[in-house]
């Protein structure tokens, strides 16, 4: 495997991540520890209890949490933008508190806990999964913490406040696949692609790394990413002839704004493409159209997920996802239940990895997840 040519472009101004479960104590029972597994979740989707067994700071923005445990030994990841949820302790609390005995009810018990007992629940992908060791690495944006990027606004959601802080032997709860066969991974190309787009910014770069791996040689890829420092970039690896182009913007600027402009004024190679699109709703929105109405894409071959958006907390996000699912189940027709969303929605453009696994209107908020929905107020933090 070969490096990637990159070119850094910056922007004029720049100079430059249960209650069940628990016992009267707060520890986890003998059985979690041993390895237990927990019941499937719709048929390929599991609880895994683990620990932070290590930290490594890969920019001013972006931090990055290796988790283990024996339980993460059945954790089946697909590689690409395998997404999966997190849950979080709240302040006083040693283990995140999650109905994980409960199956396919566990996001109605979840949300019936109070805010104040319930797990923080966030949604990410997985950077890399080390299947040997039963390890798997998140990145996390620390957009609004004081040890994040100078540039950055906000404050901090509680994701990026946790990992800020988070420190060997920290417990967590995955909610992740047990089946490599999952619908929580988005980038699948058709069989007769001759290039891939690749569009994201900081809280999709995560993604588009893994996805850049697992292309094979024979694919060209063109990628560009977005971050909020020059120091945020990183060395991507790809066994593909792929050129990847790192955007610094200026902190005056709107996220994704100077990634857009980007694409808009490149040129494409020939063939037939397929796109990836992630980070924030808006630009995801902006470029979508782009591509299908200026630059002739099928939408078929169009991957998008808003990771985050801005002025948003991932609590709105989920607020508004529910409320338009009920609203759907409410007014739908048989036939209207088969058609795509035409362009991104608050429940389309900001849904998190779970949502992939959501059948109807009746179950779209039960999710394990497919591309995550982001989680701050104008911050990415939360959002991996």
Avoid: C
């Avoid at 990145?139 to 901090?156: Q, R």
């Avoid at 002839?241 to 610094?248: K, P, S």
């Avoid at 796109?275 to 099928?298: C, P, Q, S």
């Avoid at 048989?334 to 389309?348: K, N, Q, S």
Wanted: aromatic share 6%.
């Amino acid at each position: 495997m070969t490096s990637s040519s990159v070119t850094a472009v910056l922007a004029a101004s720049a100079a430059a991540a249960a209650i069940s479960s628990l016992d009267a104590d707060g520890a986890l029972p003998p059985a979690a520890t041993a390895g237990t597994a927990s019941r499937l979740v719709h048929g390929k989707f599991r609880f895994f209890h683990a620990r932070v067994v290590g930290t490594r700071r890969l920019g001013p923005s972006i931090v990055r949490v290796t988790f283990g445990g024996e339980q993460l030994r059945d954790f089946a990841g697909g590689g690409r933008d395998q997404s999966f949820s997190l849950f979080l302790p709240r302040a006083g609390q040693q283990v995140p508190v999650v109905p994980t005995d409960a199956g396919d009810d566990w996001f109605g018990q979840w949300r019936a806990m109070g805010e104040d007992q319930r797990a923080v629940m966030r949604s990410y992908t997985i950077r890399s999964h080390d299947r040997e060791h039963h390890e798997v690495d998140v990145d996390f944006v620390l957009h609004g913490t004081a040890s994040g990027a100078s540039g950055s606004t906000g404050s901090a959601g509680p994701a990026s406040r946790w990992a800020a802080e988070a420190v060997p032997g920290d417990r967590v709860v995955l909610l992740g696949p047990a089946d490599q066969d999952n619908r929580s991974i988005g980038f699948q190309p058709p069989a007769d692609t001759d290039w891939v787009l690749i569009a994201a910014d900081e809280t999709a770069l995560p993604a588009a790394a893994a996805i850049l791996e697992w292309l094979p040689e024979e694919m060209r890829a063109r990628a560009w990413i977005e971050v909020p420092d020059l120091r945020d970039t990183q060395e991507l690896l790809s066994a593909a002839e792929a050129d990847i182009t790192w955007l610094v913007r200026d902190p005056a600027q709107r996220p994704g704004a100077l990634l857009a402009d980007e694409i808009r004024d490149a040129n494409f190679p020939d063939g037939a493409p397929y796109a990836w699109l992630a980070g924030e709703a808006a630009m995801i929105k902006t470029l979508r159209r782009h591509l299908v109405g200026e630059r002739g894409f099928d939408r078929r071959r169009v991957e998008f997920s808003g990771y985050w958006r801005l002025g948003a907390t991932e609590e709105d996000l989920r607020t508004e996802k529910i409320a338009a699912a009920a609203a759907a189940a409410a007014t739908a027709g048989p036939a209207d239940a088969a058609l795509p969303d035409a362009e991104p929605t608050a429940a389309t453009a900001t849904a998190g990895p779970a949502d992939a696994e959501l059948p109807d209107a009746a179950t779209a908020t039960a999710e394990p997840a497919r591309a995550k929905p982001a989680t701050a107020d104008q911050q990415p933090g939360d959002a991996q």
